[in-house]
């Protein structure tokens, strides 16, 4: 009994140092040791260390082995203080100790680095220096396999990082990685047994995947990530039944498929095939081995699954008239019990007694065992290639597209290996999910990468175009997900591959393709609407919102919207989708042209979409299977309610009321999710120019989403933020095409409420500040000048003014700041504000000048040299001290054009010049005479450089800047000889006063300019 009332019997810490260095009696563990004995076992190994000398090699070992059980079984957390006395300890004991004694010092050493690798910098030159033994024991000159598997897992341990806390330095890191790299690219000899070799990649694994996520490693070089590359493909294939690849030590960027040579598996030594297992899972034992949802089947000679033959076999399935899955069940039951549907030939060879299996039962319980450890391999490789794809750029990542993704077979040639072989082939869901998941992650954000593939036209070319390789190879991509849709049973797997479907209908350009492919993918989808995961069913309805959000209006998606309800969901809840056997049949299905879209589908012109209607039923409807609120429910449905590209205005008016009242009531909801998707939606409905010049819609859209941007829920008030942007642009656009009858309707107690709610969004966080600086700057350009003399307007639009400046000059995040310079940029249009004259214009004008002059990212300073050039007047630009220090800022700013340490930002130097340019020829077109000095001053110290720039913004020609207006060359000649004519009128008052003429000096430069103009066309 301690002091503290607390009791030790049941599994107790025996805290006698004599017994723990010998064998004891086994006890239940603790996985978890109460605070108060936490400072108890931390004394009790700092003492261990002090009693056993390192000349006493067998209490050296056993003080290891309770430091390392120790630290795993009750999950002590060490302080500094006792973590530097054991890590000297261990450190030592590794030096003088004989080598048998290793293998338990390393894991004690790994024990202790867990978590702990900020506070083990001083110990790093011993660990990890030039000689450090950590880098000699993880050489691959050393004999020992199980020293080297404890080595790395020590250096993979100390590569964990800490949130908040400082990460290796970069020397550090390069030596990690380098070692972790050599592991992986060695190759298992005779005398290592496979499952220390399957640890041995594992411990390297989580070290490279350790190093990317927590040290922010970037992948720059080419030999750099092709090595990864191609250790990472090696070990994703590692142990999969069936097949067996050999790859290069590196990958290279190429637009060629990529180096993929597979050596034959002889029949002898080939794995049991995979395949699925339609039995009860539930007598499955849970926990690791649990997770293989296809058992391992087939006799030595059997060929692999999921080969030829079970693709075809799939593929037939795939084109039957129905593939719900309570069909396929009943398919199923006319195989006889026990057996697989699409492997009732071959026998399960874990279902053979060991009479009449060629394995022995220690056989087959170490054959589990490898399969496992292999397993584990390869979803480490797939962690890791998830984790380098966010650590290189999208640009140089789709260089190794070839290498991953998989490519239609020429004739004769075999199908190359890729993520999708593991999603077919792979015995574990596990796995299959992981590569899945690594395939979603390349897809997301390819649609640039994407946009080239073009199939439409008929291939005539003596050589294949890379458009029509990337072409063939979304094709592929849909064949493949199509059949491991068709194939897979586990509900976690079918989740990943809708949602990578999802992903790849988003970016695939599908108007430059042969079409057909989203009808069999609709029609592939539908049985799952109806599945019993909830996770499936969103993922599905989430697809279906990617086809009907495709960008260009394609007559495939709106002849399936517009698909009989006989073709969408029956009474009975399930699917019987109608189906296309040919790509050519929907064009068939189309209308002629004097006949209209309705007839053509073959339902009335009153029965409403199907997938509407399914969408409607789901928000309305009880729910009435029990499903988590915890996980997206719901944000699938805002996709499905954007109305792109079948237009709002093509719907009768009762189903735009419909529409509109649903998410305007959805607003209200108590679920976050809801209530951020109905948000969102919102958001997009009013751009539309069907409702956004309905006032009362307008006003009824801004009160409910103020109301939302009031809400707890961060997600919520970032989706309100958006869509008050998107709201507060089509009040400009409305007045700009409406004229003051629009301003003189909308209200100005809600123009008010818009003011303040937006002015308190912008302090919240970046994800909210950034639209709600947008909005800000919308609300202010379309005040009239009675909201601007009201008194109850004055406060609200000083404290706006005052939200914006301070944002420009803050530390928030680039996209805020230059949403920030933006808003400022649409103020100064509105001309109703006292612009020049008030004490905010002084602010503004500073914190734009600031920005213009340092910041570091190039967009802002695009965005404040834009906004510095929108005034049209020079009283706007105040006093003459005021205008000369705008000036001096974007002279300034001009030299240091290019002086910027990030190289990404060298490709918008160009549009800063030139941005920066068109301002400064703006403020010669208004200087006035007291201007003139300065003027003059600048042009006498930096002439030469600012002639330069201006010579090369005459040259550019025809060029987009960053506001995306095309302003052309006759425009640019046109504005320096204003600015010529203008000064040259302002100097004709002051003849003989200044030395250095400005219109002279502008003089000479359009003559330069002229002059090479001259030559270029001679």
Not at 636 to 653: D, G, H, I, T, W
Not at 829 to 856: M, R
Not at 957 to 976: I, K, Q, Y
Request: hydrophobic share 40%; charged share 20%; net charge neutral.
């Amino acid at each position: 009994m301690r002091g503290d009332g607390f009791k030790r019997t049941e599994g107790r810490c025996r805290l006698d140092l004599r017994k723990k260095f010998f064998p004891v009696r086994g006890v239940r563990p603790w996985h978890r040791l109460p605070r108060e004995a936490v400072a108890d076992v931390c004394a009790l190994l700092v003492q261990a260390c002090q009693l056993v000398h390192l000349d006493q090699e067998h209490l050296v070992s056993k003080v290891c082995q309770l430091i390392h059980h120790s630290l795993n079984r009750f999950q002590v957390m060490v302080d500094e203080q006792n973590l530097n006395f054991l890590l000297s300890y261990c450190i030592s004991a590794l030096k003088q100790c004989s080598s048998w004694t290793h293998v338990e010092i390393l894991q004690a050493l790994a024990a202790l680095v867990y978590n702990n690798g900020p506070k083990c910098q001083k110990h790093l030159p011993d660990l990890l220096g030039q000689a450090g033994l950590l880098v000699q024991f993880s050489d691959s000159a050393q004999p020992d396999v199980e020293l080297r598997r404890a080595a790395v897992r020590s250096m993979a341990n100390l590569c964990l990082s800490v949130p908040g806390q400082p990460y290796l330095d970069e020397s550090y890191r390069s030596v990690c990685f380098q070692t972790f790299l050599s592991v992986l690219q060695s190759s298992k000899t005779s005398d290592v047994d496979d499952i220390t070799f399957c640890m041995l990649l594992q411990n390297a694994l989580k070290g490279i995947q350790s190093l990317l996520n927590g040290g922010k490693m970037k992948l720059m070089q080419t030999d750099q990530i092709g090595s990864l590359l191609a250790v990472l493909k090696k070990c994703m294939f590692h142990g999969l039944p069936g097949l067996s690849i050999e790859m290069p030590t590196a990958l290279y960027p190429a637009l060629l498929p990529q180096y993929d040579k597979r050596s034959p598996v002889k029949q002898e030594q080939s794995e049991p095939a995979a395949f699925k297992q339609t039995g009860s899972k539930g007598k499955q034992k849970k926990g690791e081995f649990a997770e293989e949802g296809r058992e391992e089947s087939g006799d030595a000679g059997h060929e692999p699954v999921l080969g030829a033959d079970m693709l075809k076999c799939l593929g037939d399935v795939q084109n039957s008239p129905c593939s719900d899955p309570q069909t396929r069940a009943s398919d199923v039951a006319c195989v006889p019990a026990g057996k697989d549907p699409l492997s009732s030939h071959y026998t399960n060879w874990k279902r053979i007694s060991s009479s009449e299996s060629e394995y022995s039962d220690a056989e087959g319980g170490i054959q589990s065992k490898m399969r496992s450890y292999q397993a584990n391999v390869r979803q480490g490789a797939l962690a890791c290639f998830l984790s380098a794809i966010k650590s290189i750029e999208k640009r140089v990542l789709y260089g190794y597209w070839s290498a991953f993704v998989p490519d239609a077979p020429g004739i004769g040639s075999p199908q190359s290996v890729s993520l999708m072989t593991i999603a077919l082939k792979d015995p574990s869901p596990k796995t299959r999910a992981c590569a899945l998941q690594v395939l979603s992650a390349i897809l997301e954000g390819s649609k640039q990468f994407l946009s080239v593939a073009e199939d439409a036209n008929d291939h005539k070319r003596a050589f294949t175009p890379f458009s029509v390789t990337i072409a063939s190879s979304i094709r592929e991509l849909h064949r493949c997900l199509l059949l491991a849709l068709v194939a897979e049973s586990s509900s976690q797997t079918l989740t990943q591959i809708i949602k990578c479907l999802a992903n790849l209908v988003s970016n695939a350009p599908y108007s430059r393709l042969k079409p057909g492919l989203l009808t069999r993918v609709w029609n592939q989808i539908k049985p799952y609407i109806s599945h019993k995961d909830v996770n499936v069913r969103v993922s599905s309805l989430t697809l279906l919102g990617a086809i009907v959000s495709v960008q260009a209006p394609l007559p495939e998606v709106q002849l399936l919207l517009q698909q009989p309800s006989s073709s969408g969901l029956n009474s009975s809840g399930s699917a019987t989708p109608h189906r296309f056997n040919s790509s050519e049949q929907w064009r068939k299905a189309l209308p002629s042209e004097g006949e209209p879209p309705d007839n053509a589908a073959g339902c009335t012109s009153s029965e409403p979409c199907w997938l509407l209607r399914l969408c409607v039923s789901i928000i309305i409807l009880p729910r009435e299977d029990s499903c988590s609120d915890s996980d997206a429910n719901f944000p699938a449905f805002s996709s499905v309610y954007e109305p792109c590209p079948l237009r709002l205005e093509s719907l009768q008016n009762e189903q735009q009321i419909l529409c509109v009242t649903l998410l305007l009531g959805l607003n209200h909801s108590e679920n976050p999710l809801v209530k951020a998707a109905a948000a969102r939606a919102l958001g997009v409905y009013i751009l539309f120019s069907c409702l956004r010049q309905d006032v009362m819609f307008v006003a009824d859209t801004a009160n409910a989403i103020l109301n939302s941007l009031h809400d707890k829920s961060p997600n919520v008030r970032a989706k309100a933020a958006w869509s008050l942007g998107n709201l507060t642009d089509t009040l400009i656009i409305n007045m700009e095409t409406m004229g003051q009858s629009f301003q003189e309707e909308f209200s100005d107690l809600l123009l008010l409420k818009m003011l303040r709610s937006a002015t308190e969004a912008s302090k919240d966080r970046d994800k909210v500040k950034s639209n709600a600086v947008r909005a800000l700057g919308n609300v202010l350009h379309f005040l009239q000048p009675c909201h601007i003399a009201n008194p109850r307007f004055r406060e609200a639009i000083e404290e706006s003014l005052q939200a914006l400046i301070s944002t420009v000059q803050s530390e928030a995040t680039m996209k805020v700041r230059w949403n920030a310079c933006y808003a400022l940029g649409n103020v100064f249009k509105n001309p109703a504000l006292p612009l020049g004259e008030a004490p905010w214009t002084t602010q503004a004008y500073s914190a734009l000048s600031s920005v213009v002059k340092s910041c570091k990212n190039f967009k802002v300073r695009i965005k404040s040299a834009m906004a510095l050039s929108i005034p049209s007047k020079r009283e706007c630009y105040g006093s003459t001290e005021q205008f000369c220090q705008i000036w001096s800022a974007l002279v300034v700013a001009l030299q240091k054009s290019e002086d910027t340490e990030d190289f990404l930002e060298f490709k918008y130097s160009a549009s800063l010049r030139t941005q920066i340019c068109q301002a400064l020829l703006h403020l010669l077109s208004l200087a006035k005479s007291t201007d003139l000095p300065v003027l003059r001053e600048t042009i006498a110290e930096n002439g030469d450089a600012i002639g330069s720039h201006v010579l090369q913004y005459l040259k550019a020609g025809v060029e987009e800047n960053e506001a995306g207006v095309h302003t052309d060359l006759c425009e640019r000649e046109r504005a320096l000889k204003g600015a010529i004519e203008h000064l040259r009128g302002i100097e004709k008052q002051q003849e003989g006063k200044a030395r250095v003429r400005v219109a002279l000096y502008l003089e000479g430069v359009l003559a330069n300019h002229a002059k090479a103009t001259g030559l270029t066309e001679a």
